[in-house]
């Protein structure tokens, strides 16, 4: 694409994507959620590779907008949290999904 048939809308790049899905750790989060029914919080830590303190933090964002539900229980005295990825979650990531596919169709 010449530079004169540029979209000038900066929209084009990521203006118009969902910031809670469009970061990166946030973005892996949720993937590896729409793969599973639930998954417990080292399931996704493992997942990820993200640090303990980044994935509490990521999933605690996704919980404030209702894209997961966070539960914790105890299992013999020891904790357990299950995360699960809501019908918004799963809305939210096929948006993602089509508006991602949209752009890059511009690109050819």
């Not at 530079?3 to 118009?16: M, Q």
């Not at 590896?32 to 080292?42: G, I, N, R, T, Y």
């Not at 605690?60 to 209702?66: A, H, Y």
């Not at 539960?71 to 991602?100: N, S």
Request: hydrophobic share 35%.
């Amino acid at each position: 694409m010449p530079a004169s048939e540029f979209p000038t809308d900066p929209s084009f790049i990521d203006d118009d994507l969902d910031p809670i899905v469009h970061s990166p750790a946030r973005l892996k989060i949720l993937t590896v959620l729409k793969e599973v029914e639930s998954a417990d919080f080292l399931f996704i830590l493992r997942q990820t590779g993200l640090t303990r303190g980044n994935l509490s933090s990521h999933l605690s964002k996704l919980e404030t907008v209702g894209y997961v539900t966070i539960t914790k229980e105890f299992v013999e005295k020891i904790p357990h949290t299950l995360i699960q990825l809501t019908e918004d979650g799963k809305k939210a990531l096929q948006t993602y999904r089509q508006q991602m596919i949209q752009k890059l169709d511009r690109l050819k």
